[in-house]
């Protein structure tokens, strides 16, 4: 779960370079701040529960599952960090 926040996005130090369609002199870091704030607004109303990638990308549910049953070992030999992960098939056996 990814829970993001935009926070007082601001645009600042625009320069209109040429005029070709004659916008003619605004104060365009006023006018388009105006605009990322409300695109701001938007996204965190659609995104304040948080966004799910597994939701998105099943195959992070497989993966989320791999990692939970992973061991490492702290030891090191032949310069390799050794680990595992229970499979699917290792859950509901007996030894």
Excluded: R
């Excluded at 990814?2 to 005029?19: F, G, H, K, M, Y």
């Excluded at 605004?26 to 996204?43: I, K, P």
């Excluded at 998105?56 to 702290?74: D, E, H, Q, R, W």
């Amino acid at each position: 779960m990814l829970t993001t926040q935009v926070n007082e996005p601001q645009i600042a130090n625009t320069v209109v370079v040429t005029d070709n369609i004659g916008m003619y002199y605004h104060d365009y870091d006023a006018l388009l701040t105006n605009v990322l704030v409300d695109y701001a607004y938007d996204f965190n109303t659609t995104h304040q529960n948080g966004t799910d990638f597994k939701d998105i990308y099943p195959t992070l549910k497989f993966i989320n599952g791999m990692l939970k049953g992973s061991v490492i070992t702290p030891y090191e030999l032949d310069d390799f960090i050794y680990g595992g992960f229970s499979w699917i098939t290792d859950f509901g056996q007996t030894e």
